[in-house]
């Protein structure tokens, strides 16, 4: 094997508020000779996520923190240039953790082999991937089922527009919220959702008064705060909450406190279940099976915001939480 020279991103010290680029260096490093059971991998695409900002912050949490000076780490999709293991061959396409890198080498249980027939490839960090499935997930949860007037938050995003497209499939009537008129349109043509407005231009309790004036059974929170809290005014009673991000407050110091009018919970009977996907692992071929049969099937959209070249993921990550991504954002490496 020749020297193979990679690229890669480390968290040179711990972001306050929203991540600045001083936040995070661009290294290059030579990777070792391939050993026995070891597999050599060009990432094609990497995924950024907002609970990545979650793990460069210290101290414990549901997953171990990012350490200082070290790669990140996160969903990559890409292809097998080297194999010294008998599960891959050179020209496999595989998925693993080892995002913010040009180039690793891993052992074979740390890849997962997908499908080179579903393209685009990084359709594996998106609607059939971690955030897919999150939207998924979501929906199985609080049994999400024909009928249910379903409100979403981050509506525009990777998990949402897919749980607001799968609810559709399911026979719910969807409201969707997002932080601009493009994203509003994307929600309203090309996801399907019945109802979408931008939580910008007026309060969300007002919108939601307007828009659904009878209130909503279920709530799908990805981003928590001021919109879980009209949210909870709008549930009717026996409505149910899916807890899935609070993204609000990712750059917060200190949490803000809770919502006003929590009450709600009891004199509405309300139900809130979190939700981990990672607790789901053991479903992900019913998942595959369902949504990645509505993809095939032309029923369900990927959309992707997509930035070029890992010198540019950094501020990929930091467009998150900006708004800068309709759909997915994906990193394209190769
Ligand atoms: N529980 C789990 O297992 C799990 C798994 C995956 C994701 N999640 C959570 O699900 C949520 C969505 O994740 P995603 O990957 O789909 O991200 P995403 O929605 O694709 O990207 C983040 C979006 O959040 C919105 N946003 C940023 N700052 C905001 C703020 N202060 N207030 C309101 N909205 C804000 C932006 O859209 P606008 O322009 O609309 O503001 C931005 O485009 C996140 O909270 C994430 O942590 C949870």
Not at 110 to 121: F, G, H, K, M, Y
């Amino acid at each position: 094997m020749t020297k193979i020279s990679s690229r890669e991103i480390r968290l040179a010290s711990r972001p306050k508020g929203i991540p600045t680029e001083a936040n995070f260096t661009l290294a290059r490093t030579e990777l070792e000779a391939l050993q026995d059971q070891q597999v050599l991998v060009r990432n094609l695409y990497m995924s950024v996520d907002p609970y990545m900002r979650g793990r460069m912050n210290e101290g414990k949490s549901y997953v171990a923190p990012f350490e200082l000076g070290k790669t990140l780490e996160g969903g990559a999709v890409g292809e097998v240039v080297e194999s010294r293991a008998r599960e891959f061959k050179p020209g496999d396409a595989v998925t693993s953790n080892y995002g913010w890198r040009e180039y690793f080498i891993a052992a074979p249980q740390d890849l997962r082999l997908v499908s080179r027939e579903v393209q685009p490839l990084s359709v594996y960090l998106g609607a059939l991937g971690m955030t897919g499935m999150t939207a998924w997930v979501g929906l199985n949860l609080v049994e999400v089922k024909t009928g249910d007037v379903i409100y979403i938050s981050g509506a525009a995003g990777a998990v949402g527009s897919v749980a607001g497209q799968l609810a559709k499939l399911r026979g719910c009537r969807v409201i969707g919220s997002a932080g601009s008129g493009e994203k509003v349109q994307f929600l309203r043509e090309e996801c399907g959702f019945d109802i979408a407005f931008d939580y910008k231009i007026g309060p969300v309790i007002e919108q939601l008064n307007v828009e659904a004036p009878d209130g909503i059974d279920v709530y799908f929170d990805n981003v928590g705060g001021e919109t879980f809290e009209a949210a909870l005014s709008a549930l009717r009673v026996h409505g149910r909450i899916i807890a899935c991000g609070g993204i609000s407050g990712y750059n917060e110091e200190k949490p803000r406190p809770g919502p006003s009018n929590l009450f709600n919970m009891i004199t509405k009977r309300l139900t809130m279940k979190g939700l981990m996907v990672r607790d789901w692992l053991d479903r992900q071929g019913e998942f595959e099976k369902e949504v990645g049969g509505y993809y095939r099937a032309g029923k369900l959209k990927n959309r992707e915001t997509v930035v070029k070249g890992i010198d540019m993921a950094v501020n990929a990550f930091i467009g998150l939480f900006r708004g800068q991504n309709i759909g997915k954002m994906v990193v394209e490496l190769a």
